[in-house]
C-alpha cells in the first residue's frame, strides 16, 4: 500500500449505529487530518492531529470523536448521527503541522457515508 | 476568516484548448496554496503547492501562478484534454492554524 488509505470506502448507517473510520498513510507523515466534504459545500477542516496530539479542532459535534494512536493511523468514531452528516469524509497527512511553509498535504480516497 | 472563492463554477471547453481557471482569497496572509484535482466520488490529487515566496509552479501541461497581494491565483491548462475533466480545487493555507481553506471548485468538462 502506498499515500493514503482509507477504509471502508462506503458506509450506511442508521443514526443509532456506532462505526468507525479509519485512515492510515504510508508516506512517514507526522500530521494527520479528516475533513468532511458535504454536496455544495468547500471541503470543511474537522480535526488535525500533529504528532499524535490533537491540535485543531473546529467546532464538530460530539458525535463524532478522533483517535490517533500513532503517526500513521487515525480514526473516525462515529456515533448517533444525523441524516445531515452524510457526506464524503476525507483524510490527509503532511510531512509536519503547523510552523512549516513547505506543508503539502495528500489525500486518501475518502469513506462515503450515507445516515439513514 | 478567510474566504476563498474559485470562478467560474463549470467550465465546458473543446479538446485542445488552452484554458484558466481562477482562484481568489480575501487574506493575503498565506503560507502557501495548493491546487487539486478531485475525480467524481474520489479523493483529491495534489497537482501543485506554491509557497507564499514563490510566484508560479509548473508540472507539465500545468502551471500556477500567485499573486499574494492582490489575492489572486490561476491555474493554467494547456492543450485540454478529454482526461482533465474533473473539479479543480483551490486551498489556501494561511498563517494562523493547520488548515486549508478550500474554494468551491471549478468543474471542468473537456469534450472530444
Known amino acids: 500500500e502506498t499515500g493514503v488509505t482509507q477504509t471502508p470506502r462506503h458506509l450506511v448507517m442508521g443514526m443509532t449505529n456506532k462505526k468507525s473510520l479509519k485512515c492510515e498513510q504510508h508516506l512517514g507523515h507526522n500530521a494527520m487530518y479528516w475533513y468532511k466534504q458535504s454536496a455544495k459545500k468547500p471541503l470543511e477542516l474537522m480535526f488535525v492531529?500533529?504528532?499524535?496530539?490533537?491540535?485543531e479542532n473546529n467546532s464538530v459535534p460530539s458525535r463524532f470523536s478522533p483517535e490517533c494512536p500513532n503517526s500513521s493511523h487515525l480514526f473516525l468514531h462515529l456515533h448517533t448521527l444525523q441524516p445531515e452528516d452524510s457526506a464524503l469524509y476525507l483524510c490527509a497527512s503532511s510531512p509536519a503541522g503547523g510552523g512549516s511553509s513547505y506543508n503539502e498535504q495528500f489525500f486518501g480516497p475518502g469513506t462515503r457515508l450515507t445516515v439513514l | 476568516k478567510q474566504e476563498v472563492t474559485q470562478i467560474p463554477a463549470a467550465l465546458s471547453v473543446p479538446e485542445g484548448e488552452n484554458l484558466v481557471l481562477n482562484c481568489s482569497f480575501t487574506?493575503?496572509?498565506?503560507?502557501?496554496l495548493q491546487w487539486f484535482r478531485q475525480d467524481p466520488g474520489k479523493g483529491l490529487t495534489s497537482l501543485l503547492l506554491?509557497?507564499?515566496?514563490?510566484r508560479e509552479q509548473t508540472s507539465g501541461r500545468l502551471n500556477a501562478s500567485l499573486d499574494k497581494s492582490s489575492g489572486r491565483s490561476t491555474l493554467y491548462i494547456a492543450a485540454s484534454q478529454p482526461g482533465d475533466s474533473a473539479t479543480y480545487l483551490c486551498a489556501v493555507r494561511t498563517d494562523s492554524g493547520y488548515a486549508l481553506n478550500f474554494g468551491k471548485g471549478t468543474s471542468l468538462l473537456v469534450t472530444p
Open positions: 506554491i509557497q507564499s515566496s514563490q
Open positions: 492531529y500533529s504528532l499524535e496530539e490533537r491540535v
Open positions: 487574506d493575503s496572509a498565506i503560507y502557501n
